[in-house]
């Protein structure tokens, strides 16, 4: 049984890689939430003033959002 776990421990063992990618998109995402909430509670009756920054609000989100998702799949 010792002998299965040390092969079971050496086999898992291995070089990581870094992770540096995904710890900047999603900090980056994190500090884009915040700042889109701190933003939206000021000024909740007029957040976006219009059409074209809710939508720039929503594909910057759409943007980070999918490149943390990506980052964290690629950097694994």
Not at 11 to 21: F, M, V
Not at 25 to 34: D, E, K, N, R, S
């Amino acid at each position: 049984m010792l002998h299965a776990l040390i092969t079971f421990a050496a086999s898992e063992e291995g070089e990581e890689g870094s992770k540096a990618l995904f710890y900047v998109f999603g900090g980056a995402l994190a500090l884009w939430a915040v700042i889109v909430s701190a933003i939206g509670i000021r000024a909740h009756d007029k957040f976006p003033p219009s059409l074209g920054a809710r939508n720039g609000v929503m594909a910057i989100s759409v943007v980070l959002v999918l490149c943390a998702m990506a980052s964290a799949v690629i950097t694994g």
